[in-house]
């Protein structure tokens, strides 16, 4: 089965670029979203399509994909980015998720 | 406003049967394609399954860990999705979160409820 893997944890400063990856076989021929889960409550979509963001969404938050990797980008990280972040893709009919990167904002 | 409200999570024995339901409100429940998402205890998210909209033929998926266990369903006359869960194992214990499918360039989880907890345990 389709897997995607991400770091468990990433640490950044705030007001620097954090940058969060996610590694699949031939990932760029697929589209990912990542979303984000705050303790508690429920996830919410922050990328689409690879690199678009839903109405809402901070411009500070921007994605790229190609080749086996996706990549989420928080430019100027505010301690309010703090939370989980995880990258999904469809793999014929299914989706698949990876297992979530831990973002802490010190 | 959109809103999902999930319900029917309770303690269940393992090999039990239960039925969660989600409320869909402010969204054209008819048309849209719904999925249920799950997440144990301190672990990450893990898809469940999806129905298609009955205009687009209402056919199901699963995940491999639940297909032959878990059936989704829908009313549309009352704007309900529908997952029923059998033969349930403690590693099905979870929080349940259902979902509205958006297809803008490409499938993605757009709206969620807030979910609702089922534990499996004797």
């Known amino acids: 089965s389709y897997e995607l893997t991400q770091p468990p944890s990433v640490s950044v400063s705030p007001g620097q670029t954090a940058s969060i990856t996610c590694f699949g076989d031939?990932?760029?021929?697929?589209?990912v979203c990542w979303y984000q889960q705050k303790p508690g409550q429920s996830p919410v979509l922050v990328i689409y399509?690879?690199?678009k963001r839903p109405s809402g969404i901070p411009e500070r938050f921007s994605g790229s994909n190609s080749g086996n990797t996706a990549t989420l980008t928080i430019s100027g990280t505010q301690a309010m980015d703090e939370a989980d972040y995880y990258c999904?893709?469809?793999?014929?009919?299914?989706?698949?998720f990876g297992g979530g990167t831990k973002l802490t904002v010190l | 406003e959109v809103q999902l409200v999930e319900s029917g999570g309770d303690l269940v024995k393992p090999g039990g049967s239960l039925r969660l339901s989600c409320a869909v409100s402010g969204f054209t429940f008819t048309t849209a394609w719904m999925s249920w998402v799950r997440q144990a205890p301190g672990k990450g998210l893990e898809w469940v399954g999806r129905?298609?909209?009955?205009?687009?033929?209402?056919?199901?998926d699963y995940a491999a860990p639940v297909k032959g266990r878990f059936i989704i369903s829908r009313d549309d006359s009352i704007n309900r999705l529908y997952l029923q869960l059998n033969s349930l194992k403690t590693e099905d214990t979870a929080v349940y979160y259902c979902?509205?499918?958006?297809?803008?360039?490409?499938?993605?989880?757009?709206?969620w409820g807030l979910g609702t907890l089922v534990t499996v345990s004797s």
């Open positions: 129905i298609k909209s009955n205009t687009d033929g209402g056919t199901t």
């Open positions: 031939k990932l760029g021929n697929k589209y």
């Open positions: 999904q893709a469809w793999d014929s009919s299914t989706v698949v």
């Open positions: 979902s509205i499918m958006e297809y803008t360039s490409s499938w993605h989880f757009d709206y």
């Open positions: 399509h690879d690199s």
